[in-house]
């Protein structure tokens, strides 16, 4: 017989909803897939405007300072001089909130504790040999990100700016050796505040899903000096003006939190 029997229809039934399941599951793990190497392709593609991000850090400094002095009375009133001692860093860390504008500007502020040794220096007679001393920098901080790049797009070049402001540095207790066998004094200096400008060269890199590693460096400088005005027993109580501008490369990392 031509005709179709109810039994082989009955029979082909099963096939073709085998058939039409398989597709579907097929279409829905290709879509799927699709998904997961969009997300892998553009893993930034979630962050952007109005996003804010929270970070730790640390990193390592070449640092110095200039010191200028001059003599404002006594028995150094007129000499000038300058010395540049280098600042080795012992310990340092930073934390950051930040906010982004658009999808590549972000602003934010940073709070940044270090701590240095100072070489001996000595910008007029007198040596000044300092103990280690701790600096605090509150910082505006600027980021503008270039698109994204790698063979899995998750590192993310960025450019910047920071404007950081220092307050008051205490010294504590500094040495004051004088030449000629003129006994040691011990004097305490605390320098006033001052302002930094830095420009930052760096990479983000997606870890995972709102968690980046950051790496780069910034050259930072003093815009205004740390001044005081020094009084030195040991030579009568000469009194000598003292500037100090300090300036150095930071290489720095950290992890930032995007919220």
Not at 73 to 91: I, K, Q, S, V
Request: with cysteine; aromatic share 10%; hydrophobic share 40%.
């Amino acid at each position: 017989m031509n005709g179709s029997t109810p039994r082989a229809e009955s029979g082909r039934a099963p096939q073709v909803l085998g058939l039409l399941l398989a597709t579907l599951s097929l279409t829905s793990c290709a879509t799927i897939r699709e998904l997961h190497v969009d997300e892998l392709e553009d893993p930034w593609a979630e962050v952007g405007a109005g996003d804010l991000s929270l970070g730790v850090g640390s990193g390592w400094a070449f640092y110095s300072a200039e010191v200028e002095a001059e003599g404002t009375g006594g028995a150094l009133f007129g000499e000038t001089g300058t010395d540049r001692p280098t600042l080795m860093p012992r310990y340092g860390g930073a934390v950051k909130l930040g906010r982004y504008f658009t999808d590549d500007v972000a602003l934010g502020l940073v709070v940044e504790h270090r701590n240095f040794e100072a070489d001996p220096v000595m910008p007029l007679d007198a040596e000044l040999v300092a103990q280690p001393f701790s600096t605090n920098h509150f910082l505006v901080t600027g980021r503008w990100f270039l698109q994204p790049t790698g063979p899995s797009r998750r590192i993310r070049p960025f450019l910047g700016l920071d404007l950081g402001y220092v307050p008051e540095v205490d010294f504590g207790p500094v040495d004051v050796n004088y030449p000629d066998d003129v006994p040691s004094d011990r004097i305490n200096i605390v320098g006033s505040d001052y302002w930094t400008l830095a420009p930052v060269v760096g990479a983000s890199y997606m870890l995972q899903p709102g968690l980046s590693l950051d790496v780069g460096a910034f050259y930072e400088f003093a815009i205004t000096p740390g001044e005081d005005t020094l009084v030195l027993p040991g030579l009568g109580g000469a009194t000598v003006d003292v500037e100090v501008w300090a300036e150095g490369l930071i290489l720095f990392f950290g992890v930032n939190w995007i919220l």
